[in-house]
């Protein structure tokens, strides 16, 4: 008789998101005369830029015709676009990072569920609480949290770096030495980030104790300061211990397109093997490359057309962020983030719970967004609101956060 996975029963509930949207279709089909405002999910809601709608069409054309016509793709990813990558992204920074470092995937999210495959099941992961959802979930599945206990909503072998208003939303290091340690900066549900410094003393920090980081930079677009790093590779030594994961989709709007990237150095070994060589392995027999017209849309990314129609893009996402963060601190809430990411994140009045207020804000205002407590349980007491509505509903939504 098969077995299955048991690691999968350890799950409580489903994904974050799909219990949103389940909450929000049940309370939308009882009452169909509400029009929903909906700033739960960070996905994007402007068009893709057309210098990127251009590119797009072009590579569709070149599909219809023999001569051009692509096939699988590399399953690293097309030359053209991990050289814009590590032009752009890398080198304009200082960074050195050589195209055979990026692997281009079908998104961050992918990425960061997968990356842990390559890691033994006895690590011990760290993860800054409240955070993305993802990471740990994806841990559950390979079996490396231990149990959880429904009364802290903790998992036994998993160690969590509170981030709160308390400690400024700073990760501090833990008393436990952890062998992974995912960061999400700027952070994902937060809004907010570190220096870098405070991020080069991680970097420091894991090649001391020989920790491997999982640097999620998905949300880099939106730094607004100046001494906050770009990327984890703008701190010296990250080589030996940062893997990077990177999106396509909140800087440029491809949530629904799908393209990602992740950097693996070919100095981070482990005990003389390269993780390198691990994830090109993990990558060839497992994934068959991103479509070839989805990698020339992200190589029109870094165009010059594109960077500029994508700048405004961010823009227009940062006004909406002012004005959330402007409106509930006017409403007397205390509001957090907004400055360098796309999230506000709000503490609950009254002591509501986070779900509480979800109900609150749902059945009152309309208004859908995501319970802080489903980010981890430094998250309780905390709610997310995203910036990537349109201006107009963000308006809209703030009007009736005050008028509550
Ligand atoms: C979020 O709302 O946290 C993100 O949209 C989730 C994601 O990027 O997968």
Redesign the pocket.
């Known amino acids: 008789m098969f077995q299955i996975n048991e690691n999968y029963q350890k799950l409580p509930g489903s994904y974050l998101?799909s219990t949103i949207a389940k909450k929000v279709a049940a309370y939308s089909s009882a009452n169909p005369d509400k029009s929903i405002i909906r700033l739960?999910?960070?996905?994007v809601t402007q068009p893709i830029a057309p210098a990127i709608i251009e590119a797009m069409h072009k590579a569709v054309d070149e599909m219809g015709h023999a001569e051009t016509f692509h096939g699988y793709a590399p399953d690293l990813g097309y030359e053209f676009l991990r050289k814009a990558i590590v032009e752009n992204d890398y080198k304009a920074r200082g960074c050195e990072i050589e195209a055979d470092e990026i692997f281009v995937s079908d998104g961050?999210?992918s990425d960061s569920g997968n990356i842990q495959e390559i890691f033994s099941e006895n690590n011990r992961i760290a993860v800054c609480d409240p955070v993305?959802p993802?990471y740990v979930d994806s841990n559950v599945m390979a079996g490396r949290t231990g149990t959880y206990d429904p009364k802290t909503e903790m998992w036994s072998n998993v160690i969590y770096m509170p981030c709160t208003a308390e400690n400024n939303f700073v990760p501090e290091f833990p008393k436990e030495t952890p062998d992974m340690i995912y960061l999400c900066l700027p952070n994902?549900?937060t809004g907010t980030t570190i220096t870098k410094s405070q991020l080069q003393e991680w970097v420091d920090y894991a090649n001391k104790v020989g920790a491997v980081i999982i640097y999620d930079g998905?949300y880099e677009a939106y730094i607004s300061e100046s001494d906050v790093a770009h990327s984890i590779y703008e701190c010296k030594g990250a080589q030996t211990c940062a893997i990077e994961l990177k999106?396509f989709?909140k800087n440029a709007g491809f949530?629904g397109v799908r393209l990602g990237y992740t950097v693996v150095p070919k100095a981070l070994k482990c005990n003389g093997v390269s993780l390198h060589d691990m994830w090109a392995r993990r990558h060839g027999t497992k994934f068959n490359g991103a479509p070839y017209i989805v990698q020339r849309a992200g190589e029109a990314v870094y165009s010059e057309a594109g960077k500029a129609q994508l700048k405004d893009q961010v823009a227009y996402y940062m006004k909406n962020a002012a004005t959330i963060k402007a409106g509930l601190q006017k409403a007397g809430y205390t509001v957090f983030g907004g400055v360098n990411a796309p999230y506000i994140w709000l503490k609950t009045p009254d002591q509501m719970t986070s779900w509480e207020f979800f109900d609150y804000l749902l059945e009152n205002a309309n208004v859908v967004g995501?319970p802080g407590s489903g980010f981890g349980p430094s998250g309780e007491g905390y709610f997310r609101l995203?910036a990537f509505g349109s201006y107009e509903n963000t308006v809209a939504a703030l009007e009736r956060i005050k008028n509550l």
Do not use: E, L, M, Q
């Open positions: 998101f739960g999910i960070g996905d961050a999210k993305y993802v994902n549900p998905a999106s989709s949530t995501t995203t």
